[in-house]
């Protein structure tokens, strides 16, 4: 009897920002002939380069990407975009006979990918243009309680400055009369047809949060200011301006915070940010957590020989 073909090998890299999960990959991709699907929600959109932390032309080059600059700064991208996208990315290289590689820290993007989505009501532009009037008439605190009311299981997954979510949330509450989050656990399809190698980067906390702030002071000293107002300039307070950083930048820019203040509060932001996503990370079945970061030699030589034996 002929053996049966094994399912192709689908890897994800996960972890908190400043984690390095791009060294990873890159490394990984270079070794083992993979490319890199972004899952972040920041870098899909084009223009926000430093803030995002995206790979550089470099590294680009290195390793071939996906999922990196393919929507407009003044567009609304959902975590459903995402894992279409994504999917038809996974099974295009796999297609190439290369390896997939997912990496990115976005949870609600991984979530979608992996274990698939609610068929939720249609998008209502009406609401959407009422709601972002709202968070930017009276700030987006006032509408993170709003959704807080409706539906506090995702207010507590949903940080206040997201708005694009936190409007998606309002928007399927009131659209389907139920709490989103009760939506989110039915009728969903997760991905199949992959082996899947989780990998997880959890480095000692202080160097991290070390990590973070040196990133969050470079990426003002690269010209974030510079970027922020050029973005403005063209597209207006668009959602993806409400991301960390970009946030801090637009409040300079309006003299509500000093620049010391602004990377502060930026680096305060990551940090934060970076709690969250391991709450939501550990929640992941299956993840080979390695203590230290992507470019750790230790870590690559851990990593190395679990892709290896997943190969074999």
Not at 86 to 105: D, E, F, M, N, W
Not at 117 to 130: I, V
Request: proline share 6%; with cysteine.
């Amino acid at each position: 009897m002929i053996p049966p073909t094994p399912l192709p090998l689908l890897i994800v890299i996960l972890g908190p920002t400043g984690s390095g999960k791009t060294a990873l990959s890159i490394s990984l991709g270079e070794k083992f002939a993979g490319e890199i699907v972004s899952c972040d929600s920041v870098a899909v959109y084009r223009g926000l380069e430093i803030g995002s932390a995206k790979p550089s032309a470099i590294e680009r080059q290195r390793v071939p990407h996906h999922l990196l600059d393919i929507v407009a700064p003044d567009a609304f991208y959902t975590a459903g975009n995402y894992s279409r996208d994504a999917r038809s990315a996974i099974s295009s290289i796999i297609g190439r006979g290369k390896l997939p590689i997912v990496t990115g820290g976005t949870g609600l993007y991984l979530r979608a990918l992996l274990q698939g989505l609610f068929p939720g009501p249609q998008r209502s532009q009406a609401l959407r243009d009422r709601l972002m009037k709202r968070a930017e008439r009276r700030g987006p605190a006032r509408l993170h309680r709003i959704l807080e009311r409706l539906d506090p299981v995702s207010a507590a997954r949903i940080h206040v400055n997201d708005v694009a979510k936190v409007i998606r949330a309002i928007e399927v509450t009131l659209s389907s009369s139920r709490p989103m989050s009760e939506a989110w656990n039915e009728g969903r399809a997760g991905l199949t047809g992959y082996r899947i190698l989780r990998i997880g980067l959890e480095p000692p906390r202080p160097l991290l949060y070390e990590r973070i702030n040196e990133r969050a002071r470079a990426m003002f000293s690269q010209g974030l200011v510079e970027e922020t107002r050029e973005l403005l300039v063209r597209y207006g307070q668009s959602p993806a301006l409400a991301s960390l950083g970009y946030r801090q930048a637009v409040e300079y820019l309006r003299g509500l915070l000093t620049l010391e203040q602004a990377i502060e509060v930026a680096s305060q932001g990551h940090r934060n940010y970076a709690k969250r996503q391991l709450t939501w990370f550990r929640r992941e079945p299956e993840v080979h957590w390695l203590r230290g970061f992507g470019d750790d030699p230790a870590v690559y030589l851990e990593v190395n020989r679990l892709v290896s034996a997943a190969k074999s």
